[in-house]
């Protein structure tokens, strides 16, 4: 089987209609989610050798089975102008005789404006009319079609009619669970030779296109990145147990089946060893009426603990009480026992520890298997980072679990709680990737997203793809600096050049903005003012940003703009970038005039108060609005000074304001903040240091960017690589050594430090120079591989 996803959009002749079981738009119903299944049986002669593609889409979601087999889930999360569609090849998996494409659907409801929880998932576009479109065609070797098997009405469809969606205030961006009940739909659809006589006739309502160029609600769209991978796992242990007896249940985990009796009651509590995404899977046999209950959490919590006040302590303590919301199954039960009766909700949930409770109906139920399918985006992990700071090594792999666990289709900031794709969460997640993976296809899926997410303003969205809109004046912002960290690691200069338009347009929003001072205006009079999740900031800004403008939206500006301006110079729209620089500095100097305290030698946060915070320092810095060693004696009070910190995500800002002023000494002592998690039997990174909501949020994995390029060294010196720039800065390490992938090749990096004499050993890809800076300061240039040494200070 062959499964296929492209990048480019190409025109093509689609012969197939969408379908349903109903005409569409549905009347009535308008808040009920819809789980409809699909087939369309063919037969194969025996002596042909068949092929098959299959183009495949549906609103909102589905499962593709082709002969009982699970070949693809989608579509690809899109918005209001992209519909995309995945293309699978099947023809490995048909057979002589009878075969069958089954398609399980389930539909989100179409609401404006949104309701939360009621809605389903925050981040799955979906039109006013549900909908399936399948375009294949079977054919032989010699590619004569044999059959043409597009959606239309020689498909059958079958309403689910005991599927209900929960919505739940817990996971309300998510939307809720699923209550189901199993005599709402028959076993075995998804196999050939079942029996779909009682089946209605699928009902054609829309064509792919209109004529006169009257456009579809759908405009459909190659998949742009790979299919996400899923993987059976079983659960490592369990932690409690009722109705079962230990020994019982480890062999249950092991494999073996358990009876549970009429009216008895089961309950196991399961840890998977670490937090992870997948579809969960039951097995069971017989048991009709029987209740099955399945809750998935991310740590047990405090009794006391609640959804307003979480209490969490090491999350690999089995005591206290699992948080979360159920999805629950009401057995069918078949009159054949040999049968496996198999529920699996429909999307994947999270979870390190996951509840199972059994209540057997009138008569008994025999638990066949309890799984997990692991699911996830692709990454390939190349990147390596080994050091003498045991604890170090353990934020580098909680760092890594962390991103694979918020990325699928999107990058997410949580999995557990929202799965939305943010533009503060996803800067940091793209420039992550690049340092692990040195891969860019989820990333350029990301700067494409919020592109689309556009006012006719010019301003972004900050989140996408989303049926809610919503707007952080600041996260348009970090837009810029996703193009310009692409340009840097990867060289695209047509990728920039595409987004030119966009990029002076949203420059152009801010700018339409600024007071008579100078500084950009209050924006919390229509939009959410965020910066960060500071305890003192209860909605991510001081409440005084309620009506006066943030000195700190002004630096970021300022920030932005330098940078736009550099992408629009080495794409040669040079008196673009002029403008963009002028704007810059005269934003700088407004800041300087307006916002800075002789008395404390800081910035100010907002006009005509004595607040204070790192983040306006570290703008002020990295915007240029402070420069040489006033920007250092800047950096030093910062750390000092008695002002509102940084959190964990926006420290990575901090770090490159220390960089810049040549305080790399002083940004070791920073980890401190992270060490504590390897003592808390976290999995993975949490949202915030202290009884955070989520313990994966991958905006905390900040060493995944910082440990390569600070402890080895290694940055872009021109864009994509061309040049290699290698700057150690051991710390307090004793020693240090990875693998850097880039789009140029895998760099290796290996020093150490013993008695005051720093060795360094580098292996470069191919055809590519380095210029290298040790940490006594002597510079060097390299190509291919080479060894550096150099006397420290004490």
């Known amino acids: 089987m062959l499964r296929v996803w492209n990048d480019v959009q190409k025109e093509r002749c689609w012969h197939s209609q969408w379908i349903w079981d109903v005409r569409q738009p549905e009347e009535g119903g308008s808040m009920e989610h819809r789980l409809v299944y699909f087939r369309r049986s063919f037969h194969v002669a025996e002596g042909v050798k068949p092929r098959l593609a299959v183009d495949i889409t549906a609103d909102s979601r589905y499962r593709l089975f082709v002969n009982g087999r699970s070949v693809a889930v989608g579509p690809c999360k899109g918005d209001r102008h992209t519909q995309h569609y ?106 050939p030779g079942f029996n779909d006589d009682e089946w209605a006739q699928a009902l054609p309502f829309a064509e792919t296109k209109g004529d006169w160029g009257l456009l579809s609600p759908w405009n459909l769209v190659p998949r742009p990145i790979p299919f996400l ?84 302590g090491n999350r690999a303590d089995a005591n206290g009480k699992l948080m979360g919301e159920y999805d629950v199954y009401r057995v069918a039960g078949h009159a054949d026992q040999r049968s496996i009766e198999v529920y699996e909700p429909f999307w994947f949930r999270t979870f390190r520890y996951v509840q199972l409770e059994i209540e057997a109906g009138e008569e008994p139920i025999e638990l066949v298997s309890f799984t997990y399918q692991e699911t996830g985006y692709p990454l390939e992990v190349k990147g390596e980072f080994r050091c003498s700071d045991e604890e170090l090594n353990m934020i580098w792999e909680l760092s890594v679990r962390t991103l694979k666990r918020c990325m699928h289709e999107t990058y997410e900031d949580c999995p557990y709680y929202e799965q939305l794709q943010y533009a503060m969460d996803s800067r940091l997640m793209m420039l992550f990737t690049y340092y692990v993976s040195a891969d860019d296809r989820l990333p350029r899926r990301t700067i494409a997203d919020f592109y689309r997410s556009r006012q006719p303003s010019g301003l972004l969205q900050s989140r996408f793809p989303s049926v809610e809109p919503q707007i952080i004046p600041s996260f348009a912002l970090y837009w810029v600096d996703m193009l310009a960290e692409h340009y840097e690691f990867f060289g695209d200069r047509e990728l920039i050049a595409a987004y030119r338009p966009a990029l002076i347009e949203l420059m152009d929003w801010y700018d339409a903005r600024l007071t008579d001072s100078g500084i950009v ?15 003192a900031w209860p909605l991510g800004a001081p409440p005084e940003s309620k009506d006066r403008p943030m000195y700190l939206l002004s630096l970021m500006y300022a920030a932005s703009l330098r940078k736009a301006a550099w992408l629009l110079e080495e794409t040669g729209w040079s008196d673009a970038a002029g403008e963009m620089l002028a704007r810059a500095d005269s934003m700088c100097g407004a800041v300087r005039r307006l916002a800075w305290s002789e008395e404390r030698q800081l910035f100010r946060d907002l006009p005509d108060t004595e607040i204070y915070s790192q983040h306006t320092q570290i703008m002020a810095v990295l915007a240029g609005t402070v420069i040489g060693e006033e920007a250092r004696q800047l950096m030093e009070r910062t750390l000092r000074e008695p002002i509102h910190l940084v959190t964990l995500p926006f420290s990575f800002l901090l770090f490159q304001a220390l960089k810049k002023t040549g305080l790399h000494h002083q940004a070791f002592g920073l980890w401190d903040r992270w060490r504590v998690f390897t003592k808390q039997g976290l999995t993975t990174l949490p949202e915030t240091e202290v009884n955070p909501r989520s313990d994966c949020h991958a905006w905390s994995a900040v060493p995944l960017a910082e440990f390569p390029a600070s402890f080895l060294g290694v940055t872009p010196a021109e864009p994509g690589f061309k040049t290699i720039s290698i700057e150690p800065w051991p710390g307090k390490l004793k020693w240090a050594k990875g693998s850097i992938p880039t789009v140029q090749g895998t760099v290796e990096v290996e020093w150490e430090l013993e008695a005051n004499d720093f060795q360094l050993r580098v292996k470069l890809p191919d055809g590519v120079s380095a210029r290298v800076k040790l940490p006594d300061g002597t510079e060097s240039t390299l190509q291919g591989a080479g060894r550096f040494q150099c006397r420290m200070e004490s």
């Not at 029987?290 to 047990?300: A, D, F, T």
């Open 229 to 312: 991978y899923e993987e059976e796992r079983t659960f490592v242990k369990v932690t409690r147990s009722e109705g079962i007896g230990p020994e019982q249940a480890e062999k249950l985990m092991a494999g073996a089946t358990f009876q549970l009796a009429a009216g008895c009651k089961l309950a196991l509590e399961l840890d998977a060893g670490e937090l992870t995404t997948g579809y969960l899977t039951v097995g069971v046999r017989g048991g009709r009426g029987s209740v099955i209950r399945m809750l998935c959490s991310e740590c047990y919590e405090d009794p006391s603990s609640s959804a307003m006040r979480r209490i969490k």
């Open 86 to 191: 995945e293309t699978v090849d099947v023809s490995s998996l048909l057979r002589p005789g009878d075969n069958v494409l089954a398609v399980q659907v389930l539909r989100y409801p179409a609401l404006e404006p949104f309701i939360s929880g009621a809605g389903g998932p925050i981040s799955v576009w979906r039109s006013q009319s549900a909908g399936l479109l399948v375009e294949a065609s079977l054919r032989d070797e010699h590619d004569a079609e044999l059959e043409p098997l597009h959606s239309g009405p020689e498909w059958k469809v079958y309403r689910h009619r005991g599927y209900r969606y929960v919505p739940k205030p817990l996971i309300q961006w998510m939307g809720g669970v699923e209550e189901v009940d199993g005599t709402g739909a028959p076993q075995g659809w998804q196999n």
């Open 521 to 535: 205006g209050v924006t919390s009079d229509r939009y959410w003012t965020y910066f960060d999740w500071v305890e």
